[in-house]
């Protein structure tokens, strides 16, 4: 089981503007999960924004290269792990509610989702 605290760090930001979202990870073999964030907008399907394997091996979405950076760090007096997703030079279209997500690699199949923190990038 993992549990997943999103820190506040949502809001409203003017285009071209940055924001960092934090999510702390607390739980058993965190090592084995892949940690990120995604996104969904308002009438759209959950998308992949960035993730991260316990080996910092990232992924992201094409639409957020280059302007999102997605780090991880582990706090072994605490038994947790944070990824901290850095968003930069934001966009109108990357508004959405952002959920920080939770993905065990390999068998059994866990997933586990934070509960969402709304990113509204507008003028």
């Known amino acids: 089981q993992v549990q997943l605290e999103e820190e506040s760090g949502g809001g409203l930001v003017q285009p071209g503007g940055s924001l960092r979202l934090s999510c702390t990870a607390s739980?058993?073999?965190?090592?084995?999960?892949?940690l990120g964030w995604y996104r969904q907008a308002p009438g759209k399907q959950r998308e992949l924004v960035a993730e991260t394997t316990n080996d910092l091996d990232t992924k992201s979405a094409d639409s957020v290269k280059g302007r999102f950076a997605l780090s991880r760090d582990r706090d072994n007096s605490k038994n947790t792990v944070t990824v901290t997703l850095e968003m930069s030079n934001l966009k109108p279209e990357d508004t959405a509610v952002y959920y920080c997500n939770a993905r065990r690699v390999g068998a059994p199949y866990q997933d586990f989702w934070g509960q969402g923190t709304q990113v509204t990038v507008s003028s």
């Open positions: 739980g058993s073999s965190l090592w084995s999960y892949v």
